[in-house]
């Protein structure tokens, strides 16, 4: 579901479109802008609210949680380019998902301004005490363990796209990860989402990450419709997959 953290990974379950591979020097290119320009922002959304460059947390953060998935990408660049260039695509095809992302980006971005205006103000140690060490280290653990398993999910769906759609020729994945949840992506994004606040050492922006898990549940269930009335065999997949987002609870 990447990382700062990364916005809402999806579009799984998918199988390759007919199409004829990409130029590899320009999509190398794409993948370079792409990955200076989700760090340049990140960068200005941590720091900037921060006001200094002394902001240690955020540079743990944008120094682990990238790792991942700059290696995927450098791995598939190589040897799957198709894959690269469908994680590259970021237009949605589906009505409610195109407004969905409309509200989510922006919200997302406002989010992370939170972490940085807490380090500058002070709000988390006025009000509940400066977030521990061993906190703080656990949560980047947690976080880029998050991205990790979104990572995983990738080399097991080498179609897994960034928008929903359904294609021709598209088949259900129903191993590793996906034998656990249906949407395992999404799964390591909410992973990532939820200990950011604290790998970032602020309790104050826990409530306020949360805001947007609601919007991960709504592309999910809008997910699951798309692909029960479009994916032969995907009803059968989740009678057999029980839970969606969480083992054991939902």
């Known amino acids: 579901m990447s990382t700062t ?13 007919s199409s004829s591979p990409p130029h590899k020097i320009g999509l190398s290119a794409r993948v370079a802008i792409r990955i200076i320009a989700v760090l340049t922002i990140a960068i200005c959304a941590l ?18 949680l990238p790792v991942p998935s700059l290696c995927a990408y450098l791995y598939f660049l ?8 469908r994680r590259l695509q970021q237009k949605e095809q589906v009505r409610e998902q195109k407004l969905l992302m409309r509200w989510f980006k922006p919200l997302f971005l406002c989010v992370f301004l939170v972490p940085g205006f807490d380090y500058r103000l002070g709000w ?5 005490g400066a977030v521990p060490l061993w906190l703080t280290v656990f949560s980047q653990v947690m976080a880029l363990t998050g991205m ?19 294609e021709e020729g598209q088949k259900v994945i129903s191993t590793g990860p996906y034998s656990i949840v249906r949407h395992p992506m999404y799964s390591g994004s909410v992973v990532l989402l939820m200990f950011t606040p604290l790998a970032l050492g602020s309790y104050i922006s826990v409530p306020i990450f949360a805001l947007l898990i609601p919007f991960y549940v709504i592309r999910l ?17 989740c009678l057999h997959t029980r839970f969606r987002l969480i083992p054991f609870v939902w």
């Open 78 to 85: 190589k040897h799957d380019p198709q894959l690269v260039e």
């Open 221 to 237: 269930l809008n997910e699951e419709k798309v692909l029960r009335e479009e994916l032969p065999g995907y009803p059968e997949y």
């Open 124 to 128: 988390t140690r006025t009000l509940l």
């Open 5 to 17: 953290p990364t916005p809402i990974v999806s579009g799984e379950n998918r199988a390759p479109a």
């Open 148 to 166: 990790c398993f979104a990572s995983w999910v990738i080399t097991v769906n080498r179609f897994a796209g960034r928008t929903i759609r359904v």
């Open 47 to 64: 720091f900037l609210p921060a006001g200094t460059l002394r902001f240690w947390q955020g540079w743990v953060y944008l120094g682990v």
